[in-house]
């Protein structure tokens, strides 16, 4: 019963590095999303998806790029990382539009 | 536009007593509200939603909500609080107008109980 995990958990970049964050949810959501927190800003949405093959932008998605390839998985990526992206990143999933968003463990990342 | 807020950065309360955790939101359309907690180090966990109907919506942990359409709030309660719900308290609101896709969050409420 995994529910929505995300890969890794920490990590630590360089100024410049690319990487990219990866998603999975088994619950056969239609909705995911893809957040950062920062402390006292709360969640801001970067870029989410309401199915397989579309994506669209959120709040804050300059120096991000999604892909939703296949209807489990959502990855983001960082093409060249900045310190101002050092953050926590929560991924979640939803399977309708008044349902309630199920949410990984978070990663989180440093950049240097 | 969309948003929610929580007023208060953080609410001290002592073990045994009532606890009130404040949200007001802002939608086009008709809100879909909805309550989390984030324990450190954890991801957000789900705990009360409302969508319609009456009023005072129960959810996890004996906690509750009442929505307030006249003042657009929608506060999260519980009658005797416990040092363990000690934890960062997250309101947020689904748009039932033109951006139902999204889900809007407060920059969140510390909730400290003491023992």
């Known amino acids: 019963n995994a529910g929505v995990t995300q890969t890794p958990k920490f990590r630590v970049l360089k100024t410049g590095q690319s990487m990219t964050l990866l998603c999975a949810q088994d619950m056969n959501h239609e909705y995911m999303y893809w957040y950062r927190q920062d402390p006292g800003m709360g969640l801001r949405l970067i870029h989410y998806?309401?199915?397989?093959?579309?994506?669209a932008k959120g709040e804050v998605p300059d120096g991000y790029n999604v892909s939703r390839l296949k209807k489990q998985n959502f990855l983001l990526g960082l093409e060249s990382a900045a310190p101002s992206q050092t953050s926590v990143y929560f991924c979640?999933?939803?399977?309708?539009?008044?349902?309630?968003?199920?949410f990984g463990q978070g990663t989180r990342l440093t950049v240097v | 536009a969309q948003s929610v807020a929580q007023p208060e950065d953080q609410v001290n309360v002592a073990e045994g007593n009532p606890l009130t955790v404040k949200c007001t939101y802002s939608v086009s359309g008709n809100p879909y509200l909805f309550w989390y907690v984030q324990y450190p180090n954890r991801g957000l966990q789900f705990l009360l939603k409302?969508?319609?109907?009456?009023?005072l919506v129960k959810g996890s942990y004996g906690f509750e909500a009442e929505f307030n359409k006249s003042q657009t709030s929608f506060h999260l309660k519980k009658p005797s609080a416990l040092v363990s719900d000690s934890a960062l308290y997250f309101c947020?609101?689904?748009?039932?107008?033109?951006?139902?896709?999204?889900?809007?969050f407060g920059s969140g409420t510390k909730l400290n109980v003491k023992p």
């Open positions: 409302y969508i319609t109907g009456d009023n």
């Open positions: 979640a999933s939803s399977s309708g539009r008044i349902t309630e968003a199920f």
């Open positions: 998806s309401v199915g397989e093959g579309t994506t």
């Open positions: 947020a609101v689904r748009d039932g107008g033109d951006n139902f896709n999204k889900f809007y």
